[in-house]
């Protein structure tokens, strides 16, 4: 059984900073791409950010130049630092995993529980 477990959202003024961890855990062979999607209410989940096992990272256009993404693959986590947060980055950010639990299995997608960013004044 594989979890991904989110940490670190919350409640941000504008202009501030957050920083989201996820840790991948369980019966795990090996993780090609990790992600942080988002869903605010009322509009379909869209992807914030990705990072694959090798190579270059993917952005949404609306957070480039503001939030980083980051991984440690012996650690099965990824991280994603935000930085200079606007209220319309408020939602709730989902982790990501693309991944194996066998050398055999086929690549399967895993999905965090969620955790609630706010950007308020």
């Known amino acids: 059984q594989v979890q991904l477990v989110e940490s670190g959202g919350g409640l941000v003024q504008p202009g501030g900073s957050l920083r989201l961890s996820c840790v991948a855990s369980?019966?795990?062979?090996?993780?090609?791409?990790m992600g942080w999607y988002r869903q605010a209410p009322g509009k379909q989940r869209e992807l914030v950010a990705a990072?694959?096992?090798?190579?270059?990272?993917n952005y949404a256009d609306s957070v480039k130049g503001r939030f980083t993404i980051s991984r440690d693959n012996a650690k099965n986590t990824v991280v994603l630092q935000m930085n200079s947060l606007k209220p319309e980055d408020t939602a709730v950010y989902y982790c990501?995993?693309?991944?194996?639990?066998?050398?055999?299995?086929?690549?399967?997608?895993?999905w965090g529980q969620g955790t609630q960013v706010t950007v308020s004044s």
């Open positions: 990501n995993a693309d991944l194996r639990v066998g050398r055999w299995a086929p690549v399967s997608v895993y």
């Open positions: 369980g019966s795990i062979f090996s993780i090609n791409a």
């Open positions: 990072i694959p096992s090798g190579g270059t990272t």
